[in-house]
T-cell receptor
Framework: GDSVTQMEGPVTLSEEAFLTINCTYTATGYPSLFWYVQYPGEGLQLLLK?????DKGSNKGFEATYRKETTSFHLEKGSVQVSDSAVYFC????????????FGDGTTLTVKP | EAEVAQSPRYKITEKSQAVAFWCDPI?????LYWYRQILGQGPELLVQ????????DSQLPKDRFSAERLKGVDSTLKIQPAELGDSAMYLC????????????FGPGTRLLVL
């Protein structure tokens, strides 16, 4: 079945540092790929998505590129802020049921001033 | 901005008791999802509704869990009897249709079973 693997956390960075959170996936066909963010005590919010190979999703300074050849969708940000501290989830949804999403286990990011 | 509403936000119960969670999706959203999120893990889909019909409940432990969306709007997830291993965050999400990939999540209900 479909699966998503994220780099293990937690990740601790200083403010203005470069962020990379790795995500690889296994799926049948060509899924859409997502990054969600979850702040403490809240539900998940969609951060960005990409629907086909070589697409780049971007939002709030975060970027991720859909790499079919490496089955990856790594999240990057050039300069993190304290307010970026949260849990980040990589997810996919398959072509047979667009709404059914498979999530990774999440990566906790802490940004220190 | 329209949001998915869930209640209660927190629930503490003893094992073998019954619990129920409520979700009100964004108005006009035909598809509703219930997820279970165990601490330190990603959400796992329990049940997916399209209007009032169940599309996918393959991961719902049907011996103790039930879900309904009688009028195709709000939904209730019930656990009876609760077990210690049910302690988790229960998230509700909605989308315009099952073909729509973008889901909008509620704040969740955190359940603790003692």
């Amino acid at each position: 079945g479909d699966s998503v693997t994220q780099m293990e956390g937690p990740v601790t960075l200083s403010e203005e540092a470069f962020l990379t959170i790795n995500c690889t996936y296994t799926a049948t066909g060509y899924p859409s790929l997502f990054w969600y963010v979850q702040y403490p005590g809240e539900g998940l919010q969609l951060l960005l998505k990409a629907t086909k190979a070589d697409d780049k999703g971007s939002n709030k300074g975060f970027e991720a590129t859909y790499r079919k050849e490496t089955t990856s969708f790594h999240l990057e940000k050039g300069s993190v802020q304290v307010s970026d501290s949260a849990v980040y989830f990589c997810a996919l949804s398959g072509p047979t049921n667009a709404g059914k999403s498979t999530f990774g286990d999440g990566t906790t990011l802490t940004v220190k001033p | 901005e329209a949001e998915v509403a869930q209640s209660p936000r927190y629930k503490i119960t003893e094992k073998s008791q019954a619990v129920a969670f409520w979700c009100d999706p964004i108005s006009g959203h035909a598809t509703l999802y219930w997820y279970r999120q165990i601490l330190g893990q990603g959400p796992e889909l329990l049940v997916q509704f399209q209007d009032e019909s169940v599309v996918d409940d393959s991961q719902l432990p049907k011996d103790r869990f039930s879900a309904e969306r009688l009028k195709g709007v709000d939904s209730t997830l019930k656990i009876q009897p609760a077990e210690l291993g049910d302690s988790a965050m229960y998230l509700c999400a909605s989308s315009l249709a099952w073909t729509e990939e973008t889901q909008y999540f509620g704040p969740g209900t955190r359940l603790l079973v003692l």
